[in-house]
């Protein structure tokens, strides 16, 4: 290969493979990450062989987990580093200490000795942190509760990392403790780097890039950017300590800077090219004549691996973290997998001799299919979780005291808690169901009466006293869901006036059906928002006002006459064209002037 096209016909080995492999997992539904892991396993050494050599690869594409960390650092300012602090040593420590244990007891009914064990156990105990946190930002769920648990526990998995690669030299062989660096001046030199990033980062770091911004270069400040980060990876990695813990601390310390979101932008692209070579990287290192000479081995060492880290992280996270258990199984999924640092930490233990390279090569696999398994797994579990929300809610409802509400508002969210207010600044009564135990715990905090529980299930309505209130109010933030309470409580409680909040016009289309008064959660606020928009590119206030309220009125019709064919694409698409036309039609007859109309042009001029 290197030959024939070099380095260039390598770069358009992985272009190709990504640009086929990802459009096509993501349409199946299975996400970016798993193309990626599919295409290296296609184009590396057992499959078309393009690419025969994947430990370069990898260790390039090592600056994509460290590009990744430097952005998390600049979402996290110091004073909320140390708010986490307690998440951070105590559910991560737990969760690293019971992992290890685990594993590393089961290992030791095959083994002669404690130090393989140890180090099997350390190693798999430790998730990666590219699959978790990208898994987490494409389902939109770094900001949750697990999310956030997630985050602190591969935060303190980097961190443990760094003494177990030093730690391996002294349980190998003799002849390995003689090349190691003493102890005490690997902790002297760690801590010498770890100050150096620091007031780098606090002093000198700002200063270069506010020179680098009075030039008014983006390609300067983009190669300021990349300096930033491969320089203090650097750093650490000339210490032997990891360099994305280098990048993270940089981040951090710049994340109250006024460079953030410019650094941010300009890193953003390399991050994405060097996780996706990254990923293609660790598909390329699944051997598959490992699996085909022990097929049951390997299956039974990841099926292990995913149970026991999973039942570990659903303990952890319920009575460490607090997190209800739907969460608990969350994190579970998304952190059961091996780590890219168990790469390492196995590549340093056969050098030390602490075991063989049949047994690495056993361990490479179990820890690439793990990663290759948790995109399903983390689906499965979601799916579940919303086939099953009696499962979810394990919670107890809460008992209600509230026997003669006028309303009852179901969800208590962004939407529920504006109607909420406006009740209870009318001295309306009305009682506030939600299904979520972390938005009923946070709405407390406020001083906010609200009641744990399923609106959908029928106790729950009859407990609230469904049957003495007027109006309901539908908020959920899952459609399903939403149909589902809106069609038990038209069945049950067919007085009621029952007002939802839809998603879309499907959305809404389906709770029209049960001649339900439907609000459309965007709509309103779009129409103001395009009034505004008018009015600052010059059109007068009221001219703008008439436009906003004439396409109000035009789509609610609109939506009505869509209702009646809204299970016939055909007839919708139809429906959907001919109303822009009309549409067109409506503002280009507003903007003709009438006869007799218009500026008065004044005598001997020609009419218009």
Same mark, same amino acid.
């Given at each position: 290969?290197?030959?024939?096209?070099?380095?260039?016909?390598?770069?358009?080995?992985?272009?190709?493979?990504?640009?086929?492999?990802?459009?096509?997992?993501?349409?199946?539904g299975l996400g970016a990450i798993l193309g990626y892991l599919a295409a290296g396993v296609a184009i590396g050494p057992d499959g078309l062989k393009l690419v025969p050599d994947p430990e370069d690869v990898l260790a390039a594409s090592e600056f994509g987990v460290v590009m990744l960390l430097f952005i998390i650092g600049l979402e996290l300012s110091p004073p909320r580093l140390w708010v986490m602090r307690r998440q951070v040593f105590g559910t991560g420590g737990l969760q690293v200490l019971l992992s290890a244990l685990a594993i590393g007891l089961a290992c030791t009914l095959v083994a002669d000795s404690w130090k393989a064990p140890f180090v099997i156990g350390m190693g798999l105990a430790l998730s990666s942190t590219a699959v978790g946190l990208q898994l987490l930002a494409e389902r939109k769920e770094l900001a949750s509760d697990h999310g956030r648990v997630a985050f602190a526990i591969l935060l303190f998995q980097d961190l443990v990392a760094i003494p177990l690669l030093a730690a391996i030299p002294l349980l190998g062989a003799a002849k390995a403790l003689e090349r190691s660096v003493p102890p005490l001046d690997s902790v002297v030199t760690a801590v010498a780097a770890i100050l150096a990033v620091v007031v780098g980062?606090?002093?000198?770091?700002?200063?270069?890039?506010?020179?680098?911004?009075?030039?008014?270069?983006?390609?300067?400040?983009?190669?300021?950017?990349?300096?930033?980060?491969?320089?203090?990876?650097?750093?650490?990695?000339?210490?032997?300590?990891?360099?994305?813990?280098?990048?993270?601390?940089?981040?951090?310390?710049?994340?109250?800077?006024?460079?953030?979101?410019?650094?941010?932008?300009h890193?953003?692209?390399?991050?994405?090219?060097?996780?996706?070579?990254?990923?293609?990287?660790?598909?390329?290192?699944?051997?598959?004549?490992?699996?085909?000479d022990e097929p049951a081995l390997i299956a039974g060492g990841v099926l292990a691996l995913l149970l026991a880290k999973t039942l570990i992280l659903v303990a952890v996270g319920?009575?460490?973290?607090?997190?209800?258990?739907?969460?608990?199984?969350?994190?579970?999924?998304?952190?059961a997998m091996g780590g890219e640092f168990g790469f390492v930490v196995f590549a340093e233990a056969l050098k030390a001799g602490l075991f063989d390279a049949a047994m690495?090569?056993?361990?490479?696999?179990?820890?690439?299919?793990?990663?290759?398994?948790?995109?399903?797994?983390?689906?499965?579990?979601?799916?579940?979780?919303?086939?099953?929300?009696?499962?979810?809610?394990?919670?107890?409802?809460?008992?209600?005291?509230?026997?003669?509400?006028?309303?009852?508002?179901a969800g208590f969210g962004r939407v529920g808690q504006i109607v909420g207010r406006m009740l209870?600044?009318?001295?309306?009564?009305?009682?506030?169901?939600?299904?979520?135990?972390?938005?009923?715990?946070?709405?407390?905090?406020?001083?906010?009466?609200?009641?744990?529980?399923?609106?959908?299930?029928?106790?729950?309505?009859?407990?609230?006293?469904?049957?003495?209130?007027?109006?309901?109010? *539908?908020?959920? $933030? %899952?459609?399903? =869901?939403? /149909?589902?309470?809106?069609?038990?409580?038209? @069945?049950?409680?067919?007085? !009621?006036?029952?007002?939802?909040?839809?998603?879309n016009r499907q959305h809404a289309f389906k709770l029209m059906d049960m001649d339900v008064d439907v609000t459309r959660e965007t709509f309103h606020s779009s129409l103001a928002m395009g009034r505004k928009v008018m009015e600052a590119l010059g059109v007068p206030p009221d001219e703008a006002a008439r436009n906003t309220?004439?396409?109000?009125?035009?789509?609610?019709?609109?939506?009505?006459?869509?209702? *009646?064919?809204? $299970? %016939?694409?055909? =007839?919708? /698409?139809?429906?959907?064209?001919?109303?822009? @036309?009309?549409?067109?039609? !409506?503002?280009?007859?507003?903007?003709?002037?009438?006869?007799?109309?218009g500026e008065d042009t004044g005598e001997g001029q020609p009419p218009r």
């Amino acid at each position: 290969m290197h030959g024939n096209g070099g380095y260039l016909g390598i770069i358009l080995v992985f272009l190709v493979a990504a640009v086929v492999a990802v459009p096509l997992f993501r349409r199946l539904g299975l996400g970016a990450i798993l193309g990626y892991l599919a295409a290296g396993v296609a184009i590396g050494p057992d499959g078309l062989k393009l690419v025969p050599d994947p430990e370069d690869v990898l260790a390039a594409s090592e600056f994509g987990v460290v590009m990744l960390l430097f952005i998390i650092g600049l979402e996290l300012s110091p004073p909320r580093l140390w708010v986490m602090r307690r998440q951070v040593f105590g559910t991560g420590g737990l969760q690293v200490l019971l992992s290890a244990l685990a594993i590393g007891l089961a290992c030791t009914l095959v083994a002669d000795s404690w130090k393989a064990p140890f180090v099997i156990g350390m190693g798999l105990a430790l998730s990666s942190t590219a699959v978790g946190l990208q898994l987490l930002a494409e389902r939109k769920e770094l900001a949750s509760d697990h999310g956030r648990v997630a985050f602190a526990i591969l935060l303190f998995q980097d961190l443990v990392a760094i003494p177990l690669l030093a730690a391996i030299p002294l349980l190998g062989a003799a002849k390995a403790l003689e090349r190691s660096v003493p102890p005490l001046d690997s902790v002297v030199t760690a801590v010498a780097a770890i100050l150096a990033v620091v007031v780098g980062g606090r002093f000198l770091l700002r200063h270069l890039l506010r020179v680098v911004a009075r030039a008014k270069s983006v390609e300067v400040f983009t190669a300021s950017a990349l300096l930033v980060v491969v320089g203090n990876a650097w750093l650490m990695q000339k210490a032997g300590l990891s360099m994305g813990l280098g990048a993270f601390l940089a981040g951090v310390l710049l994340a109250e800077s006024e460079f953030r979101h410019e650094l941010e932008s300009h890193i953003e692209p390399f991050k994405g090219l060097f996780l996706g070579l990254f990923f293609i990287a660790i598909g390329m290192s699944i051997d598959l004549n490992v699996i085909a000479d022990e097929p049951a081995l390997i299956a039974g060492g990841v099926l292990a691996l995913l149970l026991a880290k999973t039942l570990i992280l659903v303990a952890v996270g319920r009575f460490a973290g607090g997190l209800p258990l739907r969460s608990a199984l969350m994190l579970g999924a998304v952190l059961a997998m091996g780590g890219e640092f168990g790469f390492v930490v196995f590549a340093e233990a056969l050098k030390a001799g602490l075991f063989d390279a049949a047994m690495r090569d056993k361990l490479f696999v179990v820890i690439g299919l793990s990663m290759a398994a948790t995109p399903l797994a983390m689906m499965a579990v979601a799916r579940w979780l919303r086939e099953h929300p009696e499962v979810a809610a394990a919670r107890a409802p809460d008992p209600i005291d509230h026997e003669h509400p006028r309303v009852i508002i179901a969800g208590f969210g962004r939407v529920g808690q504006i109607v909420g207010r406006m009740l209870r600044a009318q001295k309306i009564p009305f009682t506030a169901l939600e299904n979520s135990a972390e938005q009923v715990d946070f709405s407390r905090r406020f001083g906010n009466k609200i009641y744990f529980g399923d609106p959908a299930r029928p106790e729950l309505l009859r407990a609230a006293h469904a049957e003495r209130a007027e109006v309901f109010v *539908l908020t959920t $933030d %899952d459609p399903d =869901a939403n /149909v589902r309470t809106a069609r038990l409580v038209k @069945r049950m409680y067919p007085h !009621l006036k029952v007002y939802a909040r839809a998603r879309n016009r499907q959305h809404a289309f389906k709770l029209m059906d049960m001649d339900v008064d439907v609000t459309r959660e965007t709509f309103h606020s779009s129409l103001a928002m395009g009034r505004k928009v008018m009015e600052a590119l010059g059109v007068p206030p009221d001219e703008a006002a008439r436009n906003t309220d004439r396409f109000r009125q035009h789509d609610e019709a609109l939506l009505r006459r869509q209702h *009646l064919v809204y $299970d %016939d694409e055909a =007839a919708l /698409v139809a429906s959907s064209h001919e109303a822009l @036309r009309d549409l067109e039609t !409506l503002f280009e007859a507003d903007t003709t002037p009438e006869p007799g109309e218009g500026e008065d042009t004044g005598e001997g001029q020609p009419p218009r």
